[in-house]
């Protein structure tokens, strides 16, 4: 009998455990505690680092500001159209990502390309189209280049850079960023590895669940 | 007595033929199993795991009209790549596939590799065969 209540208490400890064992997914970058009075109490935040407001064109030639972002979980990568070495296969994985959430209206794929000087607007809306990619969950934004790299390597964590000796002419990571609603980096998974975009894919749905602070 | 000399001889063409086929099917399944290693190295990447090629952008591999009517051209494509533009499963690709390095008996392998797979048979494709295509390259 003694035997038993235990069991009983063994298997109640570990539903319990179970039950507070919600997943939440880490918060990446830099962070600092800030102190400030609200209504005259002194209150100690953290605040963490954010993607920084950009301006980029997309496929369709329309503006597009880090404003039509807000409210929106995203996922971010960065490549080139006549990329020959890893982006075919971070663009067959990003499909499946596409095809999980294009009808999800708070849910968005922002493919920077680094080349600008080639990727032209024209350049990238043929792309877009002969990836089967319409409407509007999957941008292809070209901006100023300097500006993107300093994006990829400071804000999103993917290193990018231009090299003569590479197959394409550049370099680039092929992780694929995960940024909650509060433009904080919340998962970074290889692109190329079609398990860990499966967990990408299982993390949207985490972080749809989570509850945004106001 | 004459039942059994024409079940022996039957019995002697059939261990004939087999042990013709099985030394061609060893030398097959040579150059196919390196052709996987070839395939996933170099040509992966963008054809796809099973030769589904991506969208719009890249051709499959899966098209065994189209293989066939370029079976001669394909150590050269391989070798040079292919700039102009080609119809495969009925829809038009006009990106550009880079340059393979890759030795002739790779190339076999490859192609004894792809042309097998994915839905296609067309047997082996042997080093000799890919050195007398190669050098019939118009470049």
């Known amino acids: 009998m003694r035997k038993l209540a235990g069991g009983v208490l063994l298997i109640l400890l570990w539903s319990a455990c179970n039950l507070n064992n919600k997943k939440t997914l880490p918060i990446f970058g830099n962070r600092q505690a800030v102190t400030k009075t609200v209504n005259g109490q002194t209150v100690t935040d953290t605040v963490y680092q954010t993607i920084p407001a950009f301006k980029f064109v997309n496929q369709y030639g329309d503006s597009i500001s880090s404003k039509a972002l807000d409210g929106h979980i995203y996922v971010t990568d960065f490549f080139f159209t006549s990329c020959p070495s890893i982006c075919p296969i971070m663009q067959r994985n990003m499909l499946n990502v596409y095809n999980a959430f294009k009808d999800t209206a708070d849910v968005k794929i922002i493919s920077y390309t680094i080349d600008p000087r080639d990727d032209s607007v024209p350049v990238l809306k043929k792309y877009a189209d002969k990836l089967g990619i319409s409407g509007n969950s999957w941008w292809f934004l070209r901006g100023d280049k300097a500006t993107v790299y300093q994006l990829a390597e400071k804000s999103y964590l993917v290193g990018v850079s231009q090299d003569s000796t590479a197959a394409g002419g550049y370099v680039h990571q092929g992780y694929f960023v995960l940024i909650d609603k509060e433009k904080r980096v919340r998962g970074s998974y290889d692109g190329t590895d079609p398990k860990q975009v499966d967990q990408l894919i299982a993390d949207i749905k985490t972080l749809k669940a989570e509850p945004v602070k106001q | ?139």
């Open chain 2, 1 to 139: 007595m004459k039942l059994k000399v024409i079940s022996g001889i039957c019995l002697l063409l059939v261990v004939l033929v087999w042990s013709c086929q099985s030394d061609e099917s060893i030398e097959f399944n040579r150059y196919y199993s390196s052709g996987i290693a070839v395939y996933q190295t170099h040509c992966q990447n963008c054809h796809g795991a099973n030769g589904e090629g991506l969208n719009g952008l890249i051709p499959p591999l899966t098209d065994s009209v189209v293989l066939k009517t370029y079976s001669i051209a394909l150590p050269c494509i391989i070798k040079n790549g292919l700039k102009q533009q080609i119809t495969v499963s009925g829809k038009l690709f006009d990106g550009e596939m880079p340059a393979v390095s890759l030795t002739p008996i790779e190339i076999a392998q490859v192609i004894t590799y792809v042309t097998n797979s994915f839905g296609n048979k067309r047997g082996l494709v042997t080093d000799d065969a890919v050195a007398a295509d190669l050098a019939k390259c118009a470049l």
